[in-house]
């Protein structure tokens, strides 16, 4: 379970192709105080540390979780969000993330408002299912309440420390992040009876053909 308030962007230095896929990742953190078999958000994925060594730890990914996440597309030198698993007696500075990536968005837009930055995500319709004005997205990993829902893209605005402390403030559009879902948005939805017609939803103002 996390939060999905970012602790550490770290640094993707080493990737190995076994029967998974093995990524070593650089950090900040205190990887003597990190057991093996603990869980680490990856840029929003649940990953189990397999390895650790100073100042890196390593995750291996299945082919199933490369599928569905954006680590498929991961490099040497890829950013990566981190954050530790919560332990009782955290700050819950975010909402509830389970790290189970709900599938991929896509960046329409961005726009500077003031000193944040206003982000288009494009997403596919089953997701946009569990998206309201005011309800939080996990968005790489980080937690973010969703400002407006058009009829294919959800509205965000970073502000300058997000930016700052996260990978989202090297966003460019057209890049691929990863989804998740709110947790309280996906039971309310399996307990509601199926929707056979959704009424057009007023646009954002800032939809891309």
Not at 157 to 164: K, M, R, V
């Amino acid at each position: 379970m996390f939060t999905g308030i970012i602790t550490d962007i770290g640094t993707v230095v080493e990737i190995e192709q076994r029967g998974d896929t093995r990524f070593v990742i650089a950090t900040a953190f205190d990887v003597d105080t990190i057991d093996i078999g603990a869980s680490i958000a990856c840029s929003g994925a649940c990953m189990t540390v397999v390895e650790k060594r100073l100042g890196h730890f390593a995750i291996d990914v299945s082919a199933e979780s490369l599928s569905r996440t954006t680590l498929k597309d991961w490099k040497i030198g890829t950013p990566v969000n981190l954050e530790r698993s919560l332990r009782v007696g955290d700050e819950l500075g975010g909402h509830w993330v389970t790290g189970h990536v709900d599938g991929l968005g896509h960046i329409a837009s961005l726009h500077q408002e003031g000193d944040s930055l206003r982000v288009a995500i494009t997403l596919p319709q089953d997701l946009l299912a569990y998206m309201a004005e005011k309800g939080s997205a996990t968005v790489d990993g980080v937690s973010l309440t969703v400002n407006s829902v058009s009829h294919k893209n959800i509205y965000l605005n970073l502000i300058p420390h997000t930016q700052q402390v996260t990978t989202l403030g090297r966003l460019q559009v057209g890049d691929a992040v990863n989804i998740e879902v709110d947790t309280i948005a996906r039971y309310v939805k399996r307990l509601l009876p199926p929707v056979h017609h959704t009424p057009a939803i007023p646009d954002g103002g800032l939809d891309i053909a």
